[in-house]
């Protein structure tokens, strides 16, 4: 089970940071990630993180101003979003893949968290 949390509202430009927490068992040995959907649009993969944090992906939309982050001993992943665009409001999901990297195909999903940027 994935909780994530941090989202909310805020004006473009600023920031928010989202985290992902295991409710049952821990994060080892699983690649993480986040993907987001907005309303219409299908599945986008935003961030992805290996075990134990050394690799990092981005999708091309955010690179340069999403970080993602990974704290092993409180087993928890971060992502910071700065710079934030209106066409970053969407539904922001923690993935979990013990196989592979993180992506939209990811096996095990938290409940979203909403982050919506007003213009």
């Known amino acids: 089970q994935l909780q994530a949390s941090g989202g909310g509202l805020v004006q473009a430009g600023g920031s928010l940071r989202l985290s992902c927490a295991a409710t049952?068992?821990?994060?080892?040995?699983?690649?993480m990630g986040w993907v987001r959907q907005a309303p219409g649009k299908e599945r986008e993969f935003v961030a992805g993180i290996s075990w134990p944090g050394r690799n990092k992906n981005y999708g091309n939309s955010v690179k340069g101003r999403f970080t993602i982050s990974r704290d092993n001993i409180r087993h928890t992943v971060g992502l910071q979003m700065d710079s934030l665009k209106s066409e970053d409001t969407a539904i922001y999901y923690c993935?979990?893949?013990?196989?592979?990297?993180?992506?939209?195909?990811?096996?095990?999903w938290g409940q979203g968290t909403q982050v919506t940027v007003s213009s």
């Open positions: 049952e068992g821990t994060l080892s040995y699983y690649y």
């Open positions: 993935v979990a893949d013990r196989a592979a990297p993180a992506s939209t195909r990811a096996p095990f």
